[in-house]
């Protein structure tokens, strides 16, 4: 049981926009910064949004990231079908004292 | 180009120890914190631990504390998980990764290495 939930699928023919919610509490989104890492098959995770919104150079525009009190939320608009994989939340838990993950979402490019 | 590469890994009995290694290259690595993060098969992402520039500031997972203790040694480029008393549920592809932030630690991963696998059987 992850300390934030995402739902387990998401799929969306190319083209389209889909958006992977991730839900935490005061202790961890609702205090510090949401994070999201991208892990396609067979591959290491990598970074696809930092502190809520901000993309690392060569992250292309059509993902971006927001967050809402105690919520946050990836979206991937022109959707394209080497973005199927798995997509994770991540962040800072002041209670925990320690980095927490969404359990992740499996995004199906129809 | 930052590059992280993990070893150490491999077949391991409960009650058993392993020490994992995490070899650096392509940034000042004094300069960021580390972290470990673990995958079991066919399962998502957990954070075991993560360590500061100068060691001075570590923290673990509930999961591992008391068992597993990270380390670094910035004149080798290198990040450390010295793993006791392992369990099957420790059995999982164990990932280096560096920090995102310079000086003050981000907690955000970039980048992440290949991983090193780690099952613990008897």
């Known amino acids: 049981q992850s300390v934030l939930t995402q739902p387990p699928s998401a799929s969306g023919t190319p083209g389209q926009r889909v958006t992977i919610s991730c839900s935490g509490s005061?202790?961890?989104?609702?205090?510090?910064?949401v994070h999201w890492h991208q892990q396609l098959p067979g591959t290491a995770p990598k970074l696809l949004i930092y502190?809520?919104?901000q993309r690392p150079s060569g992250v292309p525009d059509r993902f971006s990231g927001s967050k809402s009190g105690t919520s946050a939320s990836l979206a991937i608009s022109g959707l394209q079908s080497e973005d199927e994989g798995d997509y994770y939340c991540?962040?800072?838990?002041?209670?925990?004292?320690?980095?927490?993950f969404g359990g992740g979402t499996k995004l199906t490019v129809l | 180009e930052v590059q992280l590469v993990e070893f150490g890994g491999g077949l391991v009995q409960p009650g058993r120890s392993l020490r994992l290694s995490c070899a650096a290259s392509g940034f000042t690595f004094d300069d960021y914190a580390m972290h470990w993060v673990r995958q079991p098969p066919g399962k998502g992402l957990e954070w075991v631990s993560g360590i500061s520039w100068n060691s001075g500031s570590i923290a673990y997972a509930d999961s591992v504390k008391g068992r597993f203790t990270i380390s670094r040694d910035n004149a080798k480029n290198s990040l450390y998980l010295q793993m006791n008393s392992l369990r099957a549920e420790d059995t999982a592809l164990y990932y280096c990764a560096k920090d995102g932030g310079s000086a003050v630690p981000s907690n955000w991963f970039d980048p992440w290495g290949q991983g090193t696998l780690v099952t613990v059987s008897s």
């Open positions: 991540a962040v800072w838990d002041d209670s925990l004292n320690g980095v927490v």
């Open positions: 502190s809520n919104n």
């Open positions: 005061s202790s961890n989104i609702g205090s510090n910064t």
